[in-house]
C-alpha cells in the first residue's frame, strides 16, 4: 500500500526540485539547486539559485526553445523526469537555459545540458551533466557533475494520502483497545 500511495505522488508532481553539483577544469566546484514545472515533457518555469561559482545569484527559467546554432546557447526546455539522464542533447542542441531576465540575452545566463559524448575541442567530460555559463560577452568557467530531479508532492496528493491512512490509524486504535480490555 505504502509504494502505491509512493509512486501516486509521483506520478501527480509536476513541480521538480534540482540540483547540481560540478567541476571546472581547475578543480573549482560549482552548485547550483532550484525547482522546474513540468508540463508534458516540457520545463515551462523554474528558478536556478547558483551558489558556488562566478556570478553566483538566482536566475529564472527562460521559456521555449532556441537550437540555433548560432544562439549563445541552444535550449529545448526538454525534460524527462524519472529517466537517466532527464536531459539529452539532440543533435548537439537542448537543455536548460536560465537568465537574470527570464528572458534569453537577459543578462548573465546558464545553459545545463546532459554530455554523451564528450563534445570536443574544449573542456568535456562525457557522460556527465553540463553547467555553464556567459555575462557580458564572456563564458564562465564550463563545469560538469551530477545532476537530479526530484517530485515535489502537491499538498493535495499528501492530503489525499493522509485519508488514504485514517482507517488504517483507526483500526489500529480499535485492536488496541480490545487488546486492554481482554
Known amino acids: 500500500m505504502g509504494a502505491a500511495l509512493v509512486m501516486a505522488v509521483q506520478a501527480q508532481a509536476t513541480v521538480y526540485d534540482i540540483s547540481y553539483t560540478g567541476t571546472a577544469a581547475d578543480s573549482s566546484v560549482t552548485t547550483a539547486s532550484g525547482w522546474l514545472d513540468i508540463v508534458a515533457g516540457v520545463a515551462d518555469a523554474g528558478s536556478l539559485t547558483v551558489v558556488s561559482a562566478n556570478n553566483p545569484g538566482t536566475y529564472t527559467l527562460v521559456t521555449g526553445q532556441n537550437l ?93 494520502g493522509a485519508m488514504l491512512l485514517l482507517p488504517f490509524g483507526v483500526s489500529t486504535l480499535r485492536m488496541l483497545r480490545k487488546s486492554r480490555t481482554a
Open 68 to 160: 540555433d546554432p548560432h544562439a549563445i546557447f541552444s535550449f529545448d526546455n526538454n525534460v524527462s523526469p524519472g529517466s537517466t539522464p532527464f536531459l539529452n542533447l539532440i543533435n548537439g542542441a537542448g537543455g536548460l537555459l536560465w537568465s537574470q531576465t527570464g528572458a534569453e540575452n537577459g543578462g548573465t545566463e546558464f545553459n545545463m545540458w546532459y554530455n554523451s559524448p564528450a563534445i570536443t575541442g574544449y573542456y568535456s567530460v562525457p557522460n556527465e551533466y553540463g553547467l555553464w555559463g556567459y555575462n557580458n560577452g564572456s563564458y564562465i568557467p564550463q563545469t560538469y557533475g551530477t545532476a537530479t530531479l526530484t517530485p515535489v508532492p502537491e499538498p493535495t496528493t499528501m492530503v489525499a
